[in-house]
């Protein structure tokens, strides 16, 4: 008996401090140094990159004298499933000139993160605004309060 519970105890102590440890997420691309450093501006073509690299994560849809390919990874620790932190974020931005090789590449790390503010207020749309009853009643009824006809 005592030693069941001891084995229970061990159990419950294990499980507990599983709990704490964070999940670590990784997402994207991981780029290894090796791989960057053999990419040579003036020198690389597009397709060597790709078959270095890779297919890039996103390519630039404003297209002005070059393409510039991304190449972006993430990597976070989660504790609960609404408390995720992000611990490390690479972005490769790779320029291509018009004959196709590298022109320059940019790394860019958690350090160049900036924060994005999200707008709170809400379109307005047409038609009329129902109350909580009239929504009830409206849906019981089939339709027609604040149709607008």
Not at 23 to 41: S, V
């Amino acid at each position: 008996m005592i030693r069941s519970v001891l084995i229970l105890i061990s159990l419950l102590c294990v499980l507990t401090a599983q709990a704490c440890t964070p999940t670590k997420i990784t997402r994207g691309h991981h780029l290894e140094p090796e791989d960057l450093a053999r990419i040579q501006p003036g020198v690389t073509t597009q397709q060597q990159v790709s078959d270095i690299l890779g297919s890039p994560s996103s390519v630039a849809t404003f297209k002005s004298h070059a393409d510039i390919w991304y190449y972006i990874s993430k990597k976070s620790e989660r504790y609960t499933e609404l408390d995720e932190s992000t611990v490390d974020q690479q972005v490769v931005a790779i320029t291509f000139d018009p004959q196709g090789r590298v022109e320059e590449m940019k790394n860019y790390n958690l350090d160049d993160a900036r924060d994005i503010s999200y707008v709170s207020r809400e379109t307005p749309t047409q038609g009329a605004k129902l109350g909580f009853f009239e929504q009830l009643f409206n849906s019981l009824l089939g339709g027609g309060l604040g149709s607008g006809g």
